[in-house]
């Protein structure tokens, strides 16, 4: 039987995942399938790697033009595999992290430098005008 909302009815019931685990790489899984060749490229070279290079950019480039028609496939390539085994199962380390303050900022948006703020461990709630700098933080 549906519960009786009043006023709230068109407010989306959000499922509790309380205690679900997220998994950035489970989710790398289940969406990389959907994305043209060429982003699976770029995941791929980014999981692999943390980052690209120049030579990776013109690869990808290389793959972008491919995929749309506007250059001929070049041979196959085993440093390509965009295969799902190539995303890890889960991250090396479960350890979690836990962020306490921030300290000695500078040139962050329109933050006064060497401002500090501190995180509680339960909630922090930062308070202010608009313009005030809250949004610097996030």
């Known amino acids: 039987m549906a519960e009786d909302r009043g006023a709230n009815d068109d407010v989306p019931e959000v499922a509790d995942n309380s205690s679900a685990t997220f998994s ?3 989710e790398l899984r289940a969406w990389s399938p959907v994305l043209p060749r060429w982003e699976r490229l770029a995941l791929r070279m980014l999981l692999d790697k943390g980052s690209v290079d120049e030579q ?10 491919v ?13 390509k595999d965009l295969s799902l085994d190539r995303i890890p199962e889960s991250a090396e380390s479960e350890q979690k992290v836990v962020l ?16 500090s703020i501190e995180i509680g461990p339960q909630l922090t709630v930062v308070y202010g005008p608009t313009g005030s700098g809250k949004s610097g933080y996030a």
Do not use: T
């Not at 990776?56 to 033009?65: C, F, G, N, S, T």
């Open 100 to 115: 306490k303050g921030i300290r000695h900022l500078q040139g962050v948006n329109a933050l006064a430098e060497n401002q």
């Open 24 to 26: 950035l790489f489970a």
């Open 67 to 79: 995929d749309n028609g506007l250059a001929e496939p070049q041979e196959a390539d085993a440093s």
């Open 56 to 65: 990776d950019v013109e690869v990808i480039y290389e793959a972008l033009l």
